[in-house]
């Protein structure tokens, strides 16, 4: 072969190789775009907005930094922030204490299985709006569930009213956040659950290791990447916690129920200030993706492989 | 924009049935489903007798200022708006409306106008808002248990001592009666219901040049006082603390609430839907009698940009005829203009003369940032509410809430 049938060879094999590369780009390009509409672009516009006392109606006025320092004398924020992730820790706890059981439970087909998968999962499909409106009637105290059923039962004398006290709405709304989410946890988990080769576990009990040993030596460590996506799903679904607050409890008994997303609604829609808002949510995104990254961190792969 | 489309779009209509009548101007408007009830019966009158055309458009009130400020930047924003009065001055403020001021002062009747609607709808000492529909708060009570309870029914509570005795004594009948109702947990009820209790006394939670909060005064903690006796006797339900506002009109439509906070407009329906209610409307007290009320309702306002005020101009004088105002009144909405009440009060339910006379000693908060004092759930005025009516430390939550309210009324400046 001469030197030049070589060199004509490895341009073609660049070129096929390059028109690869461009089709790849074009399957890709039609996400690429969504993303830049409905993400990038509203991104730059936040920060953007961020900058100026932008009222509801009204011209808008660039004012620098000025909102991002008003908001560390915002007490009113950094409340309902450490709410928020107070929120979120025994959120995340409770939905993968109840999912983790679920999906052992319903991981091995059986003849009922698919019955107990689709009954576990079913609130999932029920918006988070429906079911605050139906938990909210549940919760009132003369014409609800909980407390005439406590009091029909016997269990108290007097009528409790859930929705008086912090520790009534935050229990009751944990619940309802447990029985709407924990279904879809549940399938994530099994997922990963199902994905652990067969071999390896039967290996495990050749070598003599007990149920217990089996589950928390090969079969957590090798679902890792499921946990990680199940925990970042959790914990920023629950730091973005808004509609079953806005509507089951106002963010009060007086505002110690007040999520960071609900002050962010309440700064940018009831006090028309869009700037302000602006700038609290870009707050609340950069402590979300820190949260993020750090869980990352902490379920990386001890072999430093990708994730 | 939309004005201009549609006066095409009338324009085509008119040419293509070949009628030899002039263009129709078409105005359109929005309202808060708040006015559904009167406000197509005035629109089909004045359509019937003019040229130009009223259309209406009704929005939950929750939803007009998102949606009117979002029509607005797009350039799509209604002509004219029935607008709760209290949004008025920052609807003025971000120049958002049209100046009334010339079209008001030309009224020969204008010093008869409800004083609380043009003082809220007057910013920078120009009229934007003229008045259209009045609510103003008053206190229920219910005969019939006040017969049962050995009160006499003809007479409702005058002072806050009547209050108390009154509501323990309807309490005393025992069982799911309770003697007194209030939302506690809705910021916008309570402006309306316990902001006059406060008043009544001269004395006011933010200073008369809107710079101060003035929460820290005997008067404000008097009213409270009166709130927790009441709450402390056992009068008010414990759904109270709670309700959100759900059963502000409800809870006293039922039939075991004594004396109810409440509005005007609760005639109407009491009325309309609730034929057996026997109930009685009185003025909300001072201490020692001095009566006070929230003057409530919409303005009447013109979105900023409009050219020819003509027609704007004809509607405004329209809704102040005594016919239609007579009209409103059947339906729902007290008299706005002074010298025709009675008239239009006439042969109506004697029961509005006193919802009526407490509109004209009514008062309205006037200020840019309403929403951020008084309506918002997260405010500092419901957190007060609910920390002084409910909580252990009553003067405590008074001094967050009045540092909260300073902060605001600071940053308007």
Redesign the interface.
């Known amino acids: 072969m001469s030197q030049a049938d070589l060199a004509v060879k490895t341009r073609r094999r660049m070129g096929s190789q390059r028109r690869r590369e461009m089709a790849g780009l074009l399957f890709v390009l039609p996400a690429m775009a969504l993303v830049l509409v409905f993400f990038l672009i509203p991104l730059c516009m936040t920060v953007w907005m961020s900058f100026h006392n932008w009222p509801l109606m009204g011209a808008p006025k660039w004012t620098g930094l000025d909102n991002y320092a008003a908001m560390l004398k915002d007490r009113r924020f950094w409340g309902a922030m450490e709410f928020t992730i107070w929120y979120s820790i025994v959120a995340t706890i409770a939905i993968f204490g109840v999912a983790f059981p679920l999906a052992l439970f319903v991981e091995r087909p059986g003849r009922t299985t698919a019955i107990y998968r689709t009954a576990f999962f079913l609130p999932v499909v029920v918006g988070f709006g429906s079911a605050s409106l139906l938990w909210a009637w549940f919760m009132n105290v003369d014409s609800g569930l909980f407390s005439p059923a406590a009091v029909a039962m016997g269990l108290t004398d007097e009528p409790v009213n859930l929705m008086a006290t912090t520790d009534g709405v935050f229990w009751s709304i944990m619940v309802l956040v447990v029985w709407k989410t924990a279904g879809f946890s549940m399938i994530l988990l099994m997922t990963g659950l199902q994905s652990v080769p067969h071999d390896i576990i039967e290996a495990a009990h050749i070598d003599g290791a007990n149920r217990f040993q089996r589950f928390w030596r090969i079969k957590l460590p090798l679902m890792r990447r499921t946990l990680a996506l199940a925990l970042i799903l959790s914990v920023a679904g629950s730091m973005l916690a808004f509609d079953q607050f806005y509507i089951i409890s106002n963010g009060g008994p007086r505002n110690s129920t007040l999520t960071a997303v609900y002050w962010i609604f309440s700064q940018s829609f009831v006090s028309f200030k869009l700037g302000y808002g602006a700038a609290l949510s870009m707050v609340l995104l950069v402590i979300l993706v820190i949260i993020s990254i750090a869980q990352l961190w902490l379920l990386r792969s001890p072999t430093g492989d990708a994730k | 924009m939309l004005r201009t489309l549609t006066r095409v779009s009338a324009l085509a209509l008119a040419v293509g049935m070949g009628t030899a009548a002039a263009a129709q101007d078409t105005l359109t408007m929005w309202a808060r489903t708040d006015v559904q009830n009167f406000l197509p019966q005035v629109v089909e009158a004045f359509n019937a007798s003019h040229t130009t055309q009223v259309e209406v458009q009704f929005i939950p009130p929750g939803e007009l200022?998102?949606k009117?400020?979002t029509a607005?930047a797009g350039g799509s924003a209604p002509d004219m708006l029935s607008l709760d009065l209290i949004y008025t001055p920052?609807?003025a403020?971000?120049?958002?409306l049209a100046d009334l001021t010339d079209i008001a002062k030309a009224l020969p009747y204008f010093d008869q106008l409800s004083p609380a609607h043009i003082q809220a709808g007057t910013y920078d000492g120009r009229i934007y808002g003229v008045p259209f529909s009045a609510d103003s708060s008053v206190l229920l009570w219910n005969k019939d248990l006040y017969a049962k309870a050995g009160l006499d029914p003809e007479v409702g509570p005058g002072n806050w001592a009547q209050i108390e005795e009154q509501a323990k004594a309807v309490r005393a009948l025992g069982g799911d009666v309770y003697g007194y109702y209030f939302s506690g947990?809705c910021a916008g009820c309570n402006a309306f219901t316990f902001l006059p209790y406060i008043w009544s006394q001269g004395a006011d939670i933010v200073s008369a040049d809107g710079t101060t909060a003035t929460l820290d005064t005997p008067e404000v903690r008097g009213a409270v006082d009166l709130y927790r006796r009441l709450i402390a006797a056992d009068a008010v339900?414990?759904?109270a603390?709670?309700d959100?506002g759900s059963s502000f009109f409800s809870a006293f439509a039922g039939g075991n609430i004594g004396i109810a906070t409440s509005g005007a407009f609760a005639i109407g329906i009491l009325n309309t839907q609730y034929a057996d209610m026997n109930y009685g409307v009185t003025y909300i007290p001072g201490p020692d009698g001095q009566p006070s009320s929230f003057g409530g309702g919409d303005n009447f306002v013109v979105t900023a940009g409009m050219e020819d005020m003509t027609a704007v101009g004809e509607f405004i004088d329209f809704i102040y005829s005594p016919e239609m105002q007579k009209l409103m009144a059947e339906f729902g909405s007290l008299p706005v203009r002074g010298d025709v009440a009675a008239q239009a009060l006439e042969g109506l339910d004697t029961r509005y003369g006193v919802a009526t006379d407490a509109m004209a000693k009514g008062r309205t908060p006037s200020t840019v940032?309403y929403?951020?004092i008084y309506?918002?759930?997260?405010?500092p005025w419901?957190?007060f509410l609910?920390?002084s009516f409910?909580?252990d430390d009553v003067d405590g939550s008074i001094m967050i809430a009045q540092e909260t309210m300073q902060s605001i009324l600071d940053g308007v400046q």
Do not use: I, K, M, R
């Open positions: 200022v998102q009117f400020a607005a920052a609807f403020a971000a120049g958002q947990a339900p414990p759904s603390e709670t959100t940032v929403n951020d309506n918002s759930a997260t405010g419901l957190q609910q920390e409910y909580g």
